[in-house]
C-alpha cells in the first residue's frame, strides 16, 4: 500500500494555519512509523508545521499523530482524506487518551505504543477490514528498536545543514533514551498516556545511535525524553558514555538532577549544555494543588544555581494560574526567574488535557470554560482560576513574558555567564532578542512558542 503519514499542524486564532519555515529540531513520530513499517509498502512522510498537506494525493491509507492544538486540524484533515475514499489510522497522546472520539474521525485508532499493533492495522486495512482500536497489549521492549533514516526526519533541511555552521549550531537532531515518567503530576498527558512507567533503551544501542549521527557530522543532540533521569543509576551509565563522543546536547529533566552531584556532574561532562526544567510555580502550595510536591519551592534557589554552576543552562517551565496563586504571584514569579538567571522561559496556562486527572477534576468541579480543543494550547484561559479572574490571569501570563523577555532583563540573567559557556549564552542571547521581538509583533501568537 502507499501511505503518507502526516503530522499535522494547528490554527492560528484567525483560521489559518500555524506555518514556519525553519525549527530547530523535528520530532521522531514520523520516521519512526516508517521504520516500522514493513518494506512491502510505499511510505512518505509530511510535517505541515513546513510544508503542504495535498489532499488531492494518491495514497491507500493516511497515518495522522497529533499534539494538543493540532488534534482539530488532525481530526479536518481525517474527514477530507476519508470523503475521498483514503483510510485513515489516528495514533498518538491525544488520540491515545481520547479514543472513541478519535474513531469518529478515522477507520482505524492506536491507542498506545505502535510497536506491537501497527503491522495488524495495516494488514487489516489492506485486506478491507478494520477492528476499530487497536489497544497496544504491552509496552513494548526498547531493546533493538527498528532505526530511524534520519535524513528523513521531517524538519531538518539537510542543504542549510551541509553548507551553514550557524545552521549546524542551531539544529538538534533528535533522538530516545527512555519513555514515561513515574512522577504523578495530575495534568500531565505523559505520564498518563504511560501509566507512571519508566523505560529506557540498552545504553549500548543509544551509543550507536548517537555515533551513526555523529558520522552525519552533527555534534548538537536533543533528548526527546520527558524525564530522562527518572532512574539515576541508568542515566549515569548513558552519560558516562557519552563522554568520549565529546557531543552537545539539550534535553528536559526534573529539578532532581540538582540533588545527585554525580549525576549532575556527569550530564555536564557529557555535554549538557541546557536542560528544560518544568518549575511550574514558585508556590509550595501551587506544586502541591498539581502533585507536584517533589519540585519543593523552597529548593529552587540552590538547585538552580547548581546547575547554573555545572554550566548548564536553564530553560524554565512555569504554570500560571495554579490554585495556589494570587495576583501577587506574578511580580514574585518575574523576581525569582531574574534573580536565579534563568536563560530562557516558557509559560504555561493550565490545560486539561482530555484523559489526564485534571481534566475529570477540573471537569467534576465545572471549573472547564473552552470546549474547542483547537484552543487546547499553552496560553489560554481554558480553566477558571480560584484566587483570580481569567481576565487577572492572562494579564499575569502576558506581564511575565513581557518582563522576562524585556531587554534589561536580558542582560540581567545572561551576564555574566554559566562558567564555560560563552558560546552558548550568544545563541541564547540571539533567542531571547527574538522572543522579545515575536511578543511585540506577534500579540495573538503567545500560547504555542515552543
Ligand atoms: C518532539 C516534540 C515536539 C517538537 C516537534 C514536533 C514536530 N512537528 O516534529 C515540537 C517542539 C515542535 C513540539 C511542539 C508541540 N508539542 Co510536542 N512533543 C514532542 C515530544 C517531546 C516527542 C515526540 C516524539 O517525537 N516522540 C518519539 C516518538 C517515536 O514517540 P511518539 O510520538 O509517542 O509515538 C509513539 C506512539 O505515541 C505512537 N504514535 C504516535 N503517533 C502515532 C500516529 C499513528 C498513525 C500511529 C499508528 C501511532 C502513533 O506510536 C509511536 C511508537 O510507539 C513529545 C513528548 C513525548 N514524550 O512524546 C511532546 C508532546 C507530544 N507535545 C505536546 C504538545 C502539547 C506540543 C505543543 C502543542 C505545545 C505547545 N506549544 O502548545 C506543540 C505543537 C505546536 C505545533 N503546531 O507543532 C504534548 C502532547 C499532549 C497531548 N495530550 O496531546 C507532548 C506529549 C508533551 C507533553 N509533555 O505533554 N513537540
Ligand atoms: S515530572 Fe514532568 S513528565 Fe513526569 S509526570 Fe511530572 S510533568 Fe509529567
Same mark, same amino acid.
Given at each position: 500500500?502507499?501511505?503518507?503519514?502526516?503530522?499535522?499542524?494547528?490554527?492560528?486564532?484567525?483560521?489559518?494555519?500555524?506555518?514556519?519555515?525553519?525549527?530547530?529540531?523535528?520530532?521522531?513520530?514520523?520516521?519512526?512509523?516508517?521504520?516500522?513499517?514493513?518494506?512491502?509498502?510505499?511510505?512518505?512522510?509530511?510535517?505541515?508545521?513546513?510544508?503542504?498537506?495535498?489532499?488531492?494525493?494518491?495514497?491507500?491509507?493516511?497515518?495522522?499523530?497529533?499534539?494538543?492544538?493540532?488534534?482539530?486540524?488532525?481530526?479536518?484533515?481525517?474527514?477530507?482524506?476519508?470523503?475521498?475514499?483514503?483510510?485513515?489510522?489516528?495514533?498518538?497522546?491525544?488520540?491515545?487518551?481520547?479514543?472513541?472520539?478519535?474513531?469518529?474521525?478515522?477507520?482505524?485508532?492506536?491507542?498506545?505504543?505502535?510497536?506491537?499493533?501497527?503491522?495488524?492495522?495495516?494488514?487489516?486495512?489492506?485486506?478491507?477490514?478494520?477492528?476499530?482500536?487497536?489497544?497496544?497489549?504491552?509496552?513494548?521492549?526498547?531493546?533493538?528498536?527498528?532505526?530511524?533514516?534520519?535524513?528523513?526526519?521531517?524538519?531538518?533541511?539537510?542543504?542549510?545543514?551541509?553548507?551553514?555552521?550557524?545552521?549546524?549550531?542551531?539544529?538538534?537532531?533528535?533522538?530516545?533514551?527512555?519513555?514515561?515518567?513515574?512522577?504523578?503530576?495530575?495534568?500531565?498527558?505523559?505520564?498518563?498516556?504511560?501509566?507512571?512507567?519508566?523505560?529506557?533503551?540498552?545504553?549500548?544501542?543509544?551509543?550507536?545511535? *548517537? /555515533?551513526?549521527?555523529?558520522?552525519?557530522?552533527?555534534?548538537?543532540?536533543? &533528548?526527546? !525524553? @520527558?524525564?530522562?533521569? #527518572?532512574?539515576?543509576?541508568?542515566?549515569?551509565?548513558?552519560?558516562?558514555?557519552?563522554?568520549?563522543?565529546?557531543?552537545?546536547?539539550?534535553?528536559?529533566?526534573?529539578?532532581?538532577?540538582?540533588?545527585?552531584?554525580?549525576?549532575?556532574?556527569?550530564?555536564?561532562?557529557?555535554?549538557?549544555?541546557?536542560?528544560?526544567?518544568?518549575?511550574?510555580?514558585?508556590?509550595?502550595?501551587?506544586?502541591?494543588?498539581?502533585?507536584?510536591?517533589?519540585?519543593?519551592?523552597?529548593?529552587?534557589?540552590?538547585?538552580?544555581?547548581?546547575?547554573?554552576?555545572?554550566?548548564?543552562?536553564?530553560?524554565?517551565?512555569?504554570?500560571?494560574?495554579?490554585?495556589?496563586?494570587?495576583?501577587?504571584?506574578?511580580?514574585?514569579?518575574?523576581?525569582?526567574?531574574?534573580?536565579?538567571?534563568?536563560?530562557? *522561559? /516558557?509559560?504555561?496556562?493550565?490545560?486539561?488535557?482530555?484523559?489526564?486527572? &485534571?481534566? !475529570? @477534576?477540573?471537569?467534576? #468541579?465545572?471549573?472547564?470554560?473552552?470546549?474547542?480543543?483547537?484552543?487546547?494550547?499553552?496560553?489560554?484561559?481554558?480553566?477558571?482560576?480560584?484566587?483570580?479572574?481569567?481576565?487577572?490571569?492572562?494579564?499575569?501570563?502576558?506581564?511575565?513574558?513581557?518582563?522576562?523577555?524585556?531587554?534589561?532583563?536580558?542582560?540581567?540573567?545572561?551576564?555574566?555567564?554559566?562558567?564555560?559557556?560563552?558560546?552558548?549564552?550568544?545563541?541564547?542571547?540571539?533567542?531571547?532578542?527574538?522572543?522579545?521581538?515575536?511578543?511585540?509583533?506577534?500579540?495573538?501568537?503567545?500560547?504555542?512558542?515552543?
Amino acid at each position: 500500500m502507499r501511505i503518507l503519514l502526516i503530522s499535522p499542524t494547528h490554527y492560528n486564532a484567525d483560521g489559518s494555519l500555524h506555518k514556519t519555515t525553519r525549527y530547530w529540531t523535528s520530532g521522531l513520530t514520523l520516521p519512526y512509523l516508517e521504520a516500522l513499517t514493513p518494506d512491502e509498502h510505499q511510505v512518505s512522510l509530511v510535517d505541515e508545521l513546513f510544508y503542504d498537506v495535498d489532499l488531492k494525493t494518491d495514497v491507500d491509507v493516511v497515518g495522522l499523530t497529533a499534539m494538543g492544538p493540532q488534534i482539530k486540524r488532525a481530526y479536518d484533515l481525517a474527514d477530507q482524506f476519508r470523503a475521498r475514499g483514503v483510510k485513515v489510522v489516528l495514533g498518538g497522546t491525544w488520540v491515545t487518551l481520547n479514543p472513541d472520539e478519535s474513531l469518529l474521525h478515522a477507520d482505524a485508532v492506536v491507542a498506545g505504543e505502535a510497536e506491537d499493533v501497527w503491522v495488524q492495522v495495516l494488514d487489516d486495512l489492506a485486506g478491507g477490514r478494520s477492528q476499530g482500536i487497536y489497544r497496544a497489549p504491552r509496552r513494548a521492549s526498547l531493546a533493538d528498536l527498528p532505526r530511524v533514516d534520519y535524513m528523513h526526519l521531517p524538519l531538518l533541511k539537510w542543504d542549510a545543514f551541509k553548507t551553514s555552521w550557524l545552521y549546524r549550531m542551531y539544529f538538534h537532531w533528535p533522538i530516545v533514551f527512555s519513555r514515561g515518567c513515574p512522577h504523578p503530576c495530575e495534568y500531565c498527558a505523559v505520564q498518563t498516556f504511560y501509566e507512571r512507567s519508566f523505560r529506557t533503551r540498552p545504553v549500548p544501542e543509544v551509543i550507536d545511535e *548517537l /555515533k551513526a549521527i555523529k558520522a552525519l557530522g552533527a555534534d548538537r543532540i536533543l &533528548f526527546l !525524553d @520527558d524525564n530522562p533521569v #527518572a532512574n539515576p543509576e541508568a542515566a549515569k551509565e548513558l552519560f558516562a558514555a557519552m563522554i568520549p563522543l565529546k557531543l552537545k546536547w539539550a534535553s528536559q529533566s526534573t529539578i532532581n538532577i540538582a540533588r545527585d552531584p554525580e549525576l549532575l556532574d556527569l550530564a555536564a561532562r557529557s555535554g549538557c549544555a541546557s536542560l528544560s526544567i518544568g518549575l511550574e510555580s514558585v508556590h509550595q502550595a501551587s506544586l502541591e494543588s498539581i502533585r507536584k510536591g517533589f519540585n519543593q519551592a523552597p529548593r529552587f534557589a540552590e538547585d538552580l544555581a547548581a546547575i547554573r554552576n555545572k554550566g548548564i543552562q536553564i530553560i524554565g517551565l512555569l504554570m500560571v494560574g495554579l490554585d495556589g496563586d494570587t495576583v501577587e504571584t506574578f511580580p514574585r514569579s518575574l523576581e525569582f526567574l531574574m534573580e536565579n538567571k534563568v536563560t530562557f *522561559l /516558557k509559560l504555561f496556562t493550565p490545560c486539561p488535557y482530555p484523559g489526564t486527572k &485534571f481534566y !475529570d @477534576d477540573m471537569m467534576a #468541579a465545572g471549573r472547564i470554560e473552552v470546549g474547542d480543543w483547537g484552543r487546547y494550547d499553552y496560553g489560554s484561559a481554558l480553566v477558571r482560576p480560584t484566587h483570580m479572574s481569567a481576565e487577572e490571569m492572562m494579564d499575569g501570563f502576558k506581564y511575565v513574558y513581557q518582563g522576562f523577555y524585556s531587554v534589561p532583563s536580558i542582560l540581567k540573567r545572561l551576564v555574566p555567564p554559566p562558567p564555560g559557556s560563552v558560546l552558548e549564552t550568544m545563541a541564547y542571547l540571539v533567542a531571547n532578542l527574538k522572543v522579545n521581538r515575536f511578543l511585540k509583533s506577534n500579540e495573538d501568537a503567545w500560547a504555542t512558542i515552543s
